[in-house]
């Protein structure tokens, strides 16, 4: 059974940090691409960073480039989203998903709430 588990959200004042984990399992997760989608509700959802090849390339959309890290450990089948000096404008749901580097399959997360607010 497939799985994949987003955690680590929560709500933070502006400045500060947190660190969202995507934990996998059902698949073989060294052999997929793990991105980072975020959403606000009546906007599409939008690709925060990601790992674009199996050589372990990142991808950072602008708005965080050089505040948000990725990183993941294949020995856990997890990856990591580390969200440093947030702002108020990175309030979203962040999903974590999981695209087969040499195939169509992928899968989903439930996502997690991140609110930055004063």
């Known amino acids: 059974q497939v799985q994949v588990v987003e955690s680590g959200g929560g709500l933070v004042q502006p400045g500060g940090s947190l660190t969202l984990s995507c934990a996998a399992s059902g698949f073989t997760f060294s052999m997929y691409a793990i991105n ?3 959403q606000v509700p009546g906007k599409e959802r939008e690709l925060v960073a990601g790992f674009t090849s199996v050589d372990g390339n990142k ?9 948000f890290t990725i990183s993941r450990d294949n020995a856990k089948n997890t990856a990591y989203l580390q969200m440093n000096n947030l702002r108020l ?10 695209q087969k580097f040499t195939g169509p399959q992928n899968y ?11």
């Open 36 to 38: 980072w989608y975020r």
């Open 59 to 67: 991808y950072y959309a602008n708005s965080v480039w050089g505040r």
């Open 89 to 98: 404008e990175d309030t979203a749901v962040y999903y974590c998903h999981a």
């Open 108 to 118: 989903w997360g439930q996502g997690t709430q991140v609110t930055v607010s004063a």
